[in-house]
């Protein structure tokens, strides 16, 4: 059943697409978040707020639309895309769900309530050298102390986090596009739709001209959470959803997208869990289920593995999700990164 936490952000992300009366009575503190906004950039425009500036170049991918928009994949797809031009990425995060107070290197041994999800996520599919921390200057300073063969820093979110300078920004936006068009909490962006970025990302959507691509998440496979090498093809779930109970569970910004994905791959699903994004799974919300087959995020499953009861379920696959785009955009970027001097 889906939780009252998730039926809640359910609700406010729908006002949050149109402009009826609880949008219109929220927008009068839409206009002070506004005002707000426009002094933060104000003062570090004229310096009063003081910017971080690398000796190595940074890229940044983030959203102005709150919650999540599938910048993990992109994160990934990015520092494969690096790699491949002799390049040596490393990446920068928050670590939203993390315990740490502090700076923190990441392993792909160790647990999201240590260094967060996400971060976790991309250690585990990418090795590269990774940081979490609040403050991300900070972050990338210690991790170009510790890890000086870095040539470039990805930065996975950090779009408003003004005080570290970047080379390039990537905003990522998904089919929802900017909503009602108005600022927090009248609607969902965190900085106005006209907002500047070198390259836009529409994930899930059809992108426009002029520096815009489209992204897609694709999946061929579920994988056993207990054995990840235990593989079922997507297709051959498909042929079995008539005869088996198939679900879907997903702790993610945007749950509707995961399970859209697989319903165009042909699976029919007997029910849909949306839990609330970071969802840490310390509770079994399986408990009651009676699926055959419950399939779950790769995201959600880097937490699963640290709840026994979950490890033990054995209906619960995971399915691996890779970022592909349309365009020359990793190109794009190459170029812009030759004109700026690496350590």
Known sequence: ??????????????????????????????????LLL??????????????????????????????GTGKTPLVIWLIAQLRAQGFTPG????GYGSQAEQVQPVSADMSPL???????????????????????AAAAQALLTAHPEVNVIVSDDGLQHYALAR????????????????????????????????????????????????????????????????????????????TKNIAAAAGIGNPARFFAMLRAQGVALSAELALPDHFDFSSNPFEHSTADIMLIT?????????????????????????ATIDGSLAENIVEKLRGHPTA
């Open 114 to 136: 240590q260094v967060g999800d996400e971060p976790l996520l991309i250690a585990q599919k990418t090795g590269a050298p990774m940081m979490v921390g609040r403050k991300r």
């Open 38 to 67: 426009t002094a933060r950039r104000a003062l570090y425009a004229v310096g009063l707020l003081k910017r971080t500036t690398l000796a190595v170049p940074v890229i940044v991918i983030g959203n102005i639309f709150v919650g």
């Open 167 to 242: 080379t390039i920004e990537i905003q990522l936006s998904d089919s929802r596009g900017h909503g009602n068009g108005w600022l927090l909490p009248a609607g969902p962006l965190r900085e106005p739709a006209s907002r500047c970025s070198d390259f836009y990302v529409v994930n899930g959507g059809i992108a426009n001209t002029g520096g815009s691509y489209a992204m897609t998440l694709k999946a061929v496979r579920a994988e056993h959470l207990a054995q990840r090498s235990e593989q079922l093809e997507l297709s051959e779930l498909a042929k079995q959803s008539g």
């Open 91 to 94: 990446v920068i995060s928050r």
């Open 298 to 322: 790769e995201k959600d499953a880097v937490k699963c593995v640290g709840n026994h009861a979950l490890v033990q379920n054995t209906s619960l696959w995971v399915v691996p999700v890779e």
């Open 1 to 34: 059943m889906p939780t009252f936490s998730s039926l809640f952000a359910g609700s406010l992300m729908r006002a949050w697409q149109r402009r009826g009366v609880l949008a219109c009575l929220l927008w009068p503190l839409s206009m002070l978040f506004l």
